[in-house]
């Protein structure tokens, strides 16, 4: 079983700059990262390969956010810029390996 920790959640405005970390206490091929926003369905909004380096956006936050890896510390990072209030969610780390087996717990994400 691998668990995960989310940090870097926060309240920005508009146009500001978040920075969302996820360390794993072991190795996962693929992680990820998902939303999901009151009354709303859960979202995927970025996954990256931890072999490959590939990487999937959500066309909704392309260009804007950019998520990377650091494999020798199983962790995964999620550069959000340009955020606006749609952006508002909590957002859940998530890390598998043919499928997203492992979740975090959660870390807010708030922009007015």
């Known amino acids: 079983h691998v668990q995960l920790v989310e940090s870097g959640g926060g309240s920005v405005q508009a146009g500001g700059s978040l920075r969302l970390s996820c360390v794993a206490s072991?190795?996962?091929?693929?992680m990820g990262w998902f939303r999901q926003a009151p009354g709303k369905e859960r979202e995927g909004v970025a996954a990256?390969?931890?072999?490959?380096?590939?990487?999937y956006y959500a066309d909704s936050v392309k260009g804007r956010f950019t998520i990377s890896r650091d494999n020798a510390k199983n962790s995964v990072y999620l550069q959000m810029n340009n955020l606006r209030p749609e952006d508002t969610a909590m957002y859940y780390c998530?890390?598998?390996?043919?499928?997203?087996?492992?979740w975090g717990q959660g870390t807010q994400v708030t922009v007015s």
């Open positions: 990256i390969h931890t072999v490959s380096g590939s990487t």
């Open positions: 998530a890390a598998g390996s043919l499928r997203f087996d492992y």
């Open positions: 072991g190795y996962t091929y693929t």
